[in-house]
T-cell receptor, first 111, second 112 residues
Framework: EPEVTQTPSHQVTQMGQEVILRCVPI?????FYWYRQILGQKVEFLVS????????KSEIFDDQFSVERPDGSNFTLKIRSTKLEDSAMYFC?????????FGPGTRLTVT | GDSVTQMEGPVTLSEEAFLTINCTYT??????LFWYVQYPGEGLQLLLK?????DKGSNKGFEATYRKETTSFHLEKGSVQVSDSAVYFC???????????FGAGTILRVKS
């Protein structure tokens, strides 16, 4: 069964450093998303992406964040200058229609 | 804006007990509704969905019915197992391609 994959599973970085989180969505899906979950809190939407452009973004997704689909398979989230409060689990998801399928997540720890 | 409210947990049940996790929503249109499950240390898995009023979603013994009149989508299971222990999230989406709006999640613990 096709699945969304994410790398790395865990990333530790120092405050102020840039990180890139990678995702491979399900191959025939057209819509891509990033969400995050701070430990013990609810899952929050960051950004959605369709037809090679951002279709919606939340207030969290400020100028420090960017997304890219550099080739036909990868979908990346870049955080330019990480802050302590960026520590969270980051989930990528993709969908063809209503159902969004999630990857296993990348745990980002900012020290 | 859209929002989802779930009953607070944790919910602790004995094996074979009946489960209900309440979920109500606020939305401007007619959203699709979902239940996702997160097992310890894992990502979110789609459990079931309903895309219009009176639809019943079902999977692995879990069921939920889309009730427009009460804006609810309560999750039920007739007989829970220890392996059902997880965090359950109710969510909505206004249309496909749109973001999911999640509830806070409900921790379910099932004891043998």
């Amino acid at each position: 069964e096709p699945e969304v994959t994410q790398t790395p599973s865990h990333q530790v970085t120092q405050m102020g450093q840039e990180v890139i989180l990678r995702c491979v969505p399900i191959s025939n899906h057209l819509y891509f998303y990033w969400y995050r979950q701070i430990l013990g809190q609810k899952v929050e939407f960051l950004v959605s992406f369709y037809n090679n452009e951002i279709s919606e973004k939340s207030e969290i997704f400020d100028d420090q964040f960017s997304v890219e689909r550099p080739d036909g398979s990868n979908f990346t989230l870049k955080i330019r200058s990480t802050k302590l409060e960026d520590s969270a689990m980051y989930f990528c998801a993709s969908s063809e229609r209503h159902e969004q399928y999630f990857g296993p997540g990348t745990r980002l720890t900012v020290t | 804006g859209d929002s989802v409210t779930q009953m607070e947990g944790p919910v602790t049940l004995s094996e074979e007990a009946f489960l209900t996790i309440n979920c109500t929503y606020t939305a401007t249109g007619y959203p699709s509704l979902f239940w996702y499950v997160q097992y310890p240390g894992e990502g979110l898995q789609l459990l079931l969905k309903a895309t219009k009023a009176d639809d019943k979603g079902s999977n692995k013994g879990f069921e939920a019915t889309y009730r427009k009149e009460t804006t609810s989508f309560h999750l039920e299971k007739g007989s829970v197992q220890v392996s059902d222990s997880a965090v359950y999230f109710c969510a909505l989406s206004e249309r496909y391609g749109n973001k999911l709006v999640f509830g806070a999640g409900t921790i379910l613990r099932v004891k043998s």
